[in-house]
């Protein structure tokens, strides 16, 4: 039994062989336990040696049993190990690796510029409500200048926002001037009513800019327009006002910027005028002030909406507004900063 049995074992080729192996030679229904069992049967004084025997058969047994077993555990884990083996020296895998969207790049820039001239950046919600949209912007239901933007309606209470502007109110309202004056810029989308093209997209971006203290004047708002513009072209751009006219504003006024094809000496870019048009601006009308609770008496400033779109365009030489938001990789990689 005991060479029998010690062949069996070494030959067990896995822990489960071995398990039944071990069941088939200690188990209760083995040879061992049954010569054990028959001691009873024997005469008393053959008891003794026929006991110790079987006990020694039964501790081989059990060593060689767990010894198999180690030597087998060992072998699965070398293999596992073999298996799981890495080669640290082996080169990795490129990972690509984005980068900002082109028009978030020109929006930090202008966060970049305006949080160190002292502004706060605030943000605000996409789909607002007709009164900010609108109402508290001096553009009471039916006012014919709503027309100027094709607004997305959810309801007739709410709107998906088509400016900015909405964020002058809100500002306003929570101003504690007791604490100083109001600097602030807003950048975020704004959507239209527009059949999308080469110039037009349903959705868009805005900066929209606001000042109030006291005696703010618009010299104030054309210098910081003129370090705005140089601070995204670079200093040969020079900027001109012309009057024009929002609801918001009164004064308003539409900003060119020397037009970057000719320098200013005119080209087909420009019509001929040396200069393009890049956003809308002006000193914000008292009806703003008075309905957001600032006494327009004693404060006064300036506001300008101003298109990172349209900045990128230009700085960029992008001809077709859509590339912006196709997300096509070729075309966002050549915006990459990193090099
Ligand atoms: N909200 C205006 C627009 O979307 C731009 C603007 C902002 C004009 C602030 C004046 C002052 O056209």
């Given at each position: 039994?005991?060479?029998?049995?010690?062949?069996?074992?070494?030959?067990?080729?896995?822990?489960?062989?071995?398990?039944?192996?071990?069941?088939?030679?200690?188990?209760?229904?083995?040879?061992?336990?049954?010569?054990?069992?028959?001691?009873?049967?024997?005469p008393?004084?053959?008891?003794?040696?026929?006991?110790?025997?079987?006990?020694k058969?039964?501790?081989?047994?059990?060593?060689?049993?767990?010894?198999?077993?180690?030597?087998?555990?060992?072998?699965?884990?070398?293999?596992?190990?073999?298996?799981?083996?890495?080669?640290?020296?082996?080169?990795?895998?490129?990972?690509?690796?984005?980068?900002?969207?082109?028009?978030?790049?020109?929006?930090?820039?202008?966060?970049?510029?305006?949080?160190?001239?002292?502004?706060?950046?605030?943000?605000?919600?996409?789909?607002?409500?007709?009164?900010?949209?609108?109402?508290?912007?001096?553009?009471?239901?039916?006012?014919?200048?709503?027309?100027?933007?094709?607004?997305?309606?959810?309801?007739?209470?709410?709107?998906?926002?088509?400016?900015?502007?909405?964020?002058q109110?809100?500002?306003?309202?929570?101003?504690?001037?007791?604490?100083?004056?109001?600097?602030?810029?807003?950048?975020?989308?704004?959507?239209?009513?527009?059949?999308?093209?080469?110039?037009?997209?349903?959705?868009?971006?805005?900066?929209?800019?606001?000042?109030?203290?006291?005696?703010?004047?618009m010299?104030?708002?054309?210098?910081?327009?003129?370090?705005?513009?140089?601070?995204?072209?670079?200093?040969?751009?020079?900027?001109?006002?012309?009057?024009?006219?929002?609801?918001?504003?009164?004064?308003?006024?539409?900003?060119?910027?020397?037009?970057?094809?000719?320098?200013?000496?005119?080209c087909?870019?420009?019509?001929h005028?040396?200069?393009?048009?890049?956003?809308?601006?002006?000193?914000?009308?008292?009806n703003?002030?008075?309905?957001?609770?600032?006494?327009?008496?004693?404060?006064?400033?300036?506001?300008?909406?101003?298109?990172?779109d349209?900045?990128?365009?230009?700085?960029?030489?992008?001809?077709?507004?859509?590339?912006?938001?196709?997300?096509?990789?070729?075309?966002?990689?050549?915006?990459?900063?990193?090099?």
């Amino acid at each position: 039994i005991k060479q029998k049995g010690l062949a069996d074992i070494d030959s067990a080729v896995d822990l489960k062989k071995l398990n039944e192996i071990r069941v088939h030679l200690l188990g209760k229904k083995g040879p061992i336990t049954a010569t054990l069992r028959g001691i009873k049967d024997l005469p008393v004084e053959e008891r003794p040696e026929v006991g110790s025997y079987a006990n020694k058969i039964r501790d081989a047994i059990t060593q060689a049993v767990a010894a198999h077993r180690e030597d087998l555990e060992d072998a699965a884990l070398n293999k596992q190990l073999a298996a799981e083996k890495i080669d640290v020296t082996l080169p990795g895998k490129p990972v690509a690796q984005g980068q900002p969207h082109v028009i978030q790049q020109i929006i930090d820039e202008f966060v970049d510029l305006f949080l160190g001239m002292g502004y706060q950046v605030l943000q605000g919600p996409e789909v607002e409500s007709d009164k900010y949209n609108f109402e508290m912007m001096n553009l009471p239901k039916n006012h014919p200048a709503r027309d100027m933007q094709d607004t997305f309606y959810l309801s007739k209470e709410f709107l998906m926002r088509s400016q900015t502007s909405p964020m002058q109110a809100r500002a306003l309202e929570k101003h504690d001037f007791s604490k100083g004056p109001l600097k602030m810029i807003s950048p975020g989308i704004v959507y239209r009513r527009d059949t999308d093209d080469p110039t037009h997209s349903h959705q868009f971006h805005q900066v929209e800019g606001l000042v109030i203290d006291r005696h703010v004047t618009m010299a104030d708002l054309k210098g910081t327009l003129l370090t705005m513009a140089q601070k995204i072209f670079g200093d040969r751009f020079d900027i001109r006002l012309r009057p024009s006219y929002f609801p918001f504003t009164e004064p308003s006024v539409e900003v060119d910027i020397t037009c970057f094809n000719c320098m200013g000496k005119g080209c087909d870019v420009c019509k001929h005028t040396g200069w393009i048009e890049v956003l809308g601006a002006g000193m914000v009308h008292p009806n703003v002030l008075e309905m957001a609770g600032v006494d327009s008496k004693v404060y006064g400033g300036f506001a300008f909406g101003v298109g990172p779109d349209r900045f990128a365009m230009l700085k960029y030489g992008v001809d077709d507004i859509r590339d912006f938001y196709l997300d096509d990789v070729r075309f966002l990689d050549q915006f990459d900063k990193r090099g």
